[in-house]
């Protein structure tokens, strides 16, 4: 199985910066992608951005330019670094992952979230 657990998020000012973690573990061969997303109260989840093994990135319109991604092979990390954030920017984040397991198995995993409020 596969475990992901996000952290980074916190309470912050409007224009202030967060850095969130996606630290994935279990039996993994691979990690082919880690998508970012986010859920604020009363709407639906949306998809923010996107790494894939490679390196290449999307993000949405919303926050491009602003937010950007990274990941350490190695590690099984992602990490979405968030710059002059917005009120509109508070949500629970969420990381999934598309992964390959040592088994051949591919799996789509998701971890618990974290917190992301911005507030004055």
């Known amino acids: 199985q596969v475990q992901l657990v996000e952290s980074g998020g916190a309470l912050v000012q409007p224009g202030e910066s967060l850095r969130l973690s996606c630290a994935a573990s279990?039996?993994?061969?691979?990690?082919?992608?880690m998508n970012w997303y986010r859920q604020a109260p009363g709407q639906q989840r949306e998809l923010v951005a996107v790494?894939?093994?490679?390196?290449?990135?999307n993000y949405a319109n919303s926050v491009k330019g602003r937010f950007t991604l990274s990941r350490d092979n190695a590690a099984n990390t992602g990490y979405l670094q968030m710059n002059r954030l917005k009120t509109d920017d508070t949500a629970v984040y969420y990381c999934?992952?598309?992964?390959?397991?040592?088994?051949?198995?591919?799996?789509?995993?998701w971890g618990q979230g974290t917190q992301v409020t911005v507030s004055s």
């Open positions: 999934n992952a598309d992964t390959i397991l040592v088994t051949g198995e591919r799996l789509h995993s």
């Open positions: 279990g039996n993994i061969l691979s990690i082919y992608a």
């Open positions: 790494i894939t093994s490679d390196g290449s990135t």
